[in-house]
C-alpha cells in the first residue's frame, strides 16, 4: 500500500511540476511575442523633421520627405552582372549522409556564391516559390542605396510566394560580404537563407600573383554547423610556397575562434577593408564575430599542411596541401587590432571632428535584450542628418558577445577601452563586443536611410536588441509589425 502511495505522490508532483514548467514556458513565449511583435509600427518615425511622418499612414503626403524607396544608385554605363535567386523550402542532402529541412536560394544552403568585379552594377532577382512568411535579401556589409537594403518593413515589403523583386546596386568597394533574408532573420537565416558575396579589387591588394583564394562561409543549419554547405570540412589542394587567400565568413549566431596550424599567417582584411601593413602572426587565435569577415594570407611551408581549425566544430577544418598534420597552435594569443599592422601615412582621419554623438549600451538578460535598457522601437533611434560626422560609443553590459552590426555605413574603430588604436585603420561593418568591453566607433553620415542597426546574433535581435539610424527628412511607406506582416528581426 504504501508504495502504491509513493507512487501517486511521486507521479502527481511529477505532473504538477511538468503542469507548472508548460505554463511557465507558454508565458515566456508569449511574453517574448509581445515584445517581438509591435502591431504597427514606422521606423522612419523618430524623425526630427518639420513634417514628421507620424505611424498612422501620413506618409502618403509627398512633402513629408524623400521615400527611402525613391533612394536608388545612379544608373552608369558599368558592366551589368545579372544573378536569378529562387528562394524555396527544399530538403539539403548533407555531405555526411544526412537530410535537412532547410530554406534555400537555388536549392542550396548555402546559396550560390556571388562573385562580381569592384564597379559591377549587380541585378538580383529574388523569386519566391512557396516560402509563405515572404522572404528579403539583405547585402550585410555593403553599401547600397536605402532601397536595395532588403528590410521588410524599413525599405520594401517582404516578397511573397509567387512574388518576385529585383535589386539593383553599383559594388563600389571591393572585400568580402555575405548575404542573407532579412525577414524574420532569426529563422530565416538559422533556416538557410544565406550565401556568400564577393566583390573582387579592380587591382589586387595581394602583390602576390600566385595566390588563390577561396571562400568559406561557417553557418547553423538548424542545429547543424556547416562549412561551404559541408559537415565535414574542407581539403584543398596546394603546394609548397603557394599563397592562399581565405575569406572567412560568419554566418552564424555565436562567436567563432580560429587557429591557424602549420605556417604563420597574415590578417590582410576586416569586414571587407584591407589593412595596412599587418605582420605575421603565428600560434594567435581569430574570434570572428557574428556577421563579420576576416580574409587571411597563408604561404604553404615545405613540408607539412596548414589546417585551420575552429573552436565550435572540431569536425569542420580547412586543410591546405600536403604532408604532416601541423600540431594545433590555437590558444596561446588572442588577435587583437589595437596595435596590428601600421598606420597610413597619410591618413585622412588624424583627428576626430565630431558633430553628433551617440551611446550605446548593449545588455541581455534571459528573456529581454536591449540598448540602453530599451528593446525594439522603443529605443530612440539614432537621428543624423547628411554629412555628420559622428561618434557612436558602445559598451557590452554582458549577456554574451554582442556582434553590433550597422546597415549601410562603413564606421572606422577609434578606440578600444579608452585606448587609441595604433597600427593600422580599422573599418567595419559588425564590431565584435565583449563583456565589459567598451569602444568609441566614427563613421560620416553619407549615406541617407533608414539603417538599422543589431546586435548579429540574430537571436539577441530577435529579443530586442535592434534600432534605427535615420537620416532627417527620408521617410518609408513601409511598416513592421502584425499587420504586414513585416518583421525584420523575428
Ligand atoms: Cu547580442
Same mark, same amino acid.
Given at each position: 500500500m504504501g508504495k502504491t502511495n509513493n507512487k501517486k505522490h511521486f507521479f502527481f508532483f511529477g505532473f504538477s511540476l511538468l503542469l507548472l514548467l508548460i505554463g511557465v514556458t507558454i508565458s515566456l513565449y508569449f511574453w517574448q511575442i509581445r515584445l517581438q511583435k509591435?502591431?504597427?509600427?514606422?521606423?522612419?518615425?523618430?524623425?526630427?523633421?518639420?513634417?514628421a511622418v507620424s &505611424?498612422?499612414?501620413?506618409?502618403?503626403?509627398?512633402?513629408d520627405g524623400v521615400s527611402c524607396e525613391k533612394i536608388v544608385d545612379k544608373e552608369t554605363s558599368a558592366p551589368i552582372r545579372k544573378f536569378e535567386l529562387t528562394a524555396a523550402r527544399t530538403t539539403v542532402k548533407l555531405d555526411n549522409g544526412k537530410t535537412v529541412e532547410a530554406w534555400t536560394f537555388n536549392d542550396m544552403s548555402p546559396g550560390p556564391e556571388l562573385r562580381v568585379q569592384q564597379g559591377d552594377r549587380v541585378v538580383v532577382t529574388l523569386h519566391n516559390k512557396?516560402?509563405?512568411e515572404g522572404v528579403t535579401i539583405h547585402w550585410h556589409g555593403v553599401k547600397v542605396p536605402c532601397s536595395q537594403d532588403?528590410?521588410?518593413g524599413v525599405t520594401q515589403e517582404s516578397i511573397m510566394p509567387g512574388n518576385q523583386f529585383t535589386y539593383t546596386f553599383t559594388a563600389s568597394e571591393p572585400g568580402t560580404y555575405w548575404y542573407h533574408s532579412h525577414q524574420m532573420s532569426s529563422i530565416q537565416v538559422q533556416k538557410g537563407l544565406l550565401g556568400s558575396f564577393i566583390v573582387e579589387p579592380r587591382? &589586387?591588394?595581394?602583390?602576390? &600573383?600566385?595566390a588563390t583564394e577561396i571562400s568559406a562561409i561557417f553557418q547553423q543549419l538548424n542545429s547543424a554547423m556547416l562549412l561551404n554547405g559541408s559537415a565535414s570540412g574542407l581539403n584543398l589542394a596546394g603546394k609548397a610556397g603557394d599563397y592562399e587567400r581565405l575569406r572567412l565568413i560568419n554566418a552564424g549566431n555565436d562567436t567563432i575562434n580560429i587557429s591557424v596550424d602549420g605556417a604563420p599567417f597574415q590578417v590582410i582584411a576586416m569586414d571587407g577593408h584591407d589593412l595596412h601593413e599587418t605582420g605575421k602572426l603565428d600560434g594567435v587565435t581569430i574570434p570572428i564575430g557574428a556577421g563579420q569577415r576576416y580574409d587571411l594570407l597563408v604561404q604553404l611551408p615545405e613540408h607539412n599542411k596548414v589546417v585551420i581549425r575552429n573552436d565550435?566544430?572540431?569536425?569542420?577544418s580547412i586543410t591546405f596541401g600536403s604532408g604532416t598534420d601541423p600540431e594545433?597552435?590555437?590558444?596561446?594569443e588572442m588577435f587583437s587590432f589595437v596595435n596590428y599592422g601600421s598606420p597610413l601615412p597619410?591618413?585622412?582621419?588624424?583627428k576626430l571632428t565630431v558633430d553628433k554623438q551617440f551611446e550605446l549600451r548593449l545588455g541581455r538578460s534571459l528573456f529581454v535584450s536591449s540598448i540602453n535598457n530599451h528593446s525594439f522601437h522603443e529605443i530612440p533611434p539614432m537621428n543624423v542628418k547628411e554629412g555628420d560626422r559622428v561618434l557612436i560609443t558602445i559598451t557590452n553590459e554582458g549577456g554574451g558577445d554582442h556582434p553590433f552590426h550597422i546597415h549601410g555605413h562603413t564606421f572606422r574603430v577609434w578606440s578600444k577601452n579608452g585606448v587609441l588604436l595604433k597600427g593600422s585603420p580599422v573599418y567595419l561593418d559588425t564590431l565584435l563586443t565583449k563583456k565589459g568591453e567598451t569602444y568609441e566607433v566614427y563613421l560620416v553620415a553619407d549615406n541617407p536611410g533608414l539603417w538599422m542597426a543589431h546586435c548579429h546574433n540574430l537571436q539577441h535581435a530577435s529579443m530586442g536588441m535592434s534600432m534605427m539610424l535615420n537620416y532627417e527628412g527620408i521617410t518609408t511607406p513601409f511598416r513592421v509589425g502584425t499587420n504586414s506582416g513585416n518583421l525584420p528581426d523575428l
Open positions: 509591435p502591431v504597427k509600427v514606422n521606423m522612419g518615425q523618430h524623425q526630427h523633421t518639420a513634417n &505611424s498612422e499612414g501620413s506618409h502618403d503626403h509627398p512633402n512557396d516560402i509563405a532588403g528590410i521588410a587591382t &589586387s591588394s595581394i602583390p602576390l &600573383s600566385t565550435l566544430d572540431k569536425s569542420l594545433p597552435s590555437g590558444g596561446r597619410n591618413d585622412p582621419l588624424n
